[in-house]
């Protein structure tokens, strides 16, 4: 809403419960991170990516996986914290989404554990020969 010698004042400043000195410390309107932070979350994203690629030339056996998950669970917190400005938000929110991403890899992680465990032999002459 307008008066007459402008816009209505709006606070931007941070949150009552917000964990992130950035956030404290910016002026009005100037909640933001700095280059130097982001261009250490990027070489930081890339030398996880290089991890990944690293970890799956390794026979780990059945735990590739779950190694490839958790280093993608990182890298997608770091995206998250930083590229999607969650950092500056509180606490809570940035908990429950992180929360919420665990979840979802360990769903799909105990589905690639159920489909590793599933055997053909279960019930005789049901599944298909695959081998040819």
Do not use: Q
């Amino acid at each position: 809403m307008a008066n007459a010698t402008g816009p209505a004042s709006i606070d931007h400043a941070a949150p009552a419960g917000c964990h992130c000195e950035l956030a404290r410390s910016a002026t009005a309107g100037e909640r933001h991170i700095p280059l130097s932070w982001l261009l250490g979350v990027w070489v930081a994203l890339l030398l996880l990516t290089a991890l990944t690629v690293a970890v799956s030339r390794v026979d780990l056996g059945g735990y590739n996986t779950w190694v490839a998950m958790g280093i993608a669970t990182v890298k997608a917190m770091l995206v998250l914290a930083f590229f999607m400005h969650m950092i500056h938000e509180r606490l809570t929110n940035f908990v429950v989404l992180c929360m919420a991403l665990l979840f979802v890899f360990l769903f799909i992680g105990l589905v690639l554990v159920d489909t590793h465990l599933y055997r053909p032999d279960l019930i005789p002459d049901y599944a298909p020969d695959l081998r040819r």
